[in-house]
């Protein structure tokens, strides 16, 4: 059977990945083993391609070298220089300031259509991309704290570690944000991940939490904290979380840091109904405000992942230690 030798191989390798992993495999494992099975499969199963003549294997494969072309560039090059992919793009870490201020890439530029279309513009794309970045100070959301400062997993990490990654001064903190997001509603799974598989016996404890004034600000696009603001308004019914709108011309983590804003705007959910006022004035929220905006376009959300930026002590402009 072509299924003897791909089986065989494949529970070598699942052997070692549950030695590796104490026992542990989530579906994101499970379906790299499963389809391990099936290209190596095709390998030991003999097959000949159809016949073709030589000017049709030709035209075959121009079509599939432009195709193959034009997917690597829009997702290697593409994707992060225009601004729709951050989490899981090529960039994913290189630690590369995508939004907010000039990047930090030696040859191309990152997150144009956020800077582009950050005020003006056609309205679908300011829809997408506009409103700078925000520095959320407070909250008391679930939601908010599993990814943002519940996915601050440095506690968990071996003392060796972080103490390379202060040497480096990147803050000896190591925040799992993608993990955070990626697993929000896989708490078994993630239980099951190399970072935590061994670190407690209740899968809920990884992110959970809640805290009305966090440790740490958090600097973000506006894109994002309406899309956080929108799972938080599916899943709870009192909530407020406070932020910040950051002005243009400020481009650096300092900067954001240490930014005195003249308003704060403090949005609440009491019994699902919301309100949003300005601090300290009291004033109500205009009405484009972006805590009051619906969530970003579903076409966008499928590809734009970013990564929130904690605005730590002591560290200056370096980046925090995440995946």
């Known amino acids: 059977s072509t299924y003897v030798i791909p089986t065989v191989v494949v529970a070598a390798i699942a052997a070692v990945f549950l030695r590796c992993h104490e026992g542990n495999m989530d579906a994101s494992g499970f ?36 195709y193959a072309a034009i997917l690597a560039t829009s997702y290697g090059f593409i994707a992060p220089i225009v601004g729709v992919m951050a989490m899981a793009s090529s960039t994913m870490y290189g630690n590369v300031f995508q939004f907010g201020g000039p990047t930090n890439h030696y040859v191309v530029p990152t997150g144009l259509f956020q800077a582009w279309f950050r005020d003006d513009g056609p309205a679908w794309l300011v829809d997408a991309f506009g409103g700078g970045q925000v520095r959320v100070e407070a909250s008391n959301s679930s939601s908010l704290y599993r990814m943002l400062q519940g996915a601050d997993i440095s506690a968990d990490q071996p003392p060796h570690a972080l103490a390379i990654l202060e040497a480096t001064g990147s803050s000896g903190k190591y925040y799992e944000f993608y993990a955070s997001r990626n697993y929000f509603d896989r708490p078994d799974d993630h239980q099951a991940t190399a970072l935590t598989s061994s670190k407690t016996d209740d899968a809920d404890d990884a992110f959970s939490g809640s805290a009305s004034a966090y440790d740490v600000a958090f600097a973000m696009p506006a894109y994002e904290l309406r899309r956080l603001l929108s799972i938080a308004h599916h899943r709870e019914t009192d909530y407020f979380v406070e932020y910040a709108r950051l002005p243009r011309d400020l481009t650096t983590l300092t900067a954001w840091k240490t930014y005195r804003a003249p308003a704060t705007v403090r949005y609440v959910v009491q019994d699902g109904l919301a309100t949003c006022t300005l601090l300290p004035s009291g004033d109500d929220c205009a009405k484009d405000e972006i805590a009051l905006l619906p969530p970003p376009p579903s076409w966008l959300r499928t590809l734009l992942h970013p990564y929130p930026l904690p605005l730590l002590d002591g560290v200056g402009d370096h980046f925090v230690c995440t995946t």
């Open 31 to 66: 379906a790299f083993l499963a389809y391990s099975v099936l290209y190596l499969r095709s390998a030991f199963a003999g097959y000949e391609p159809p016949t073709i003549d030589k000017a049709g294997r030709k035209a075959v494969a121009v079509v599939v070298k432009s």
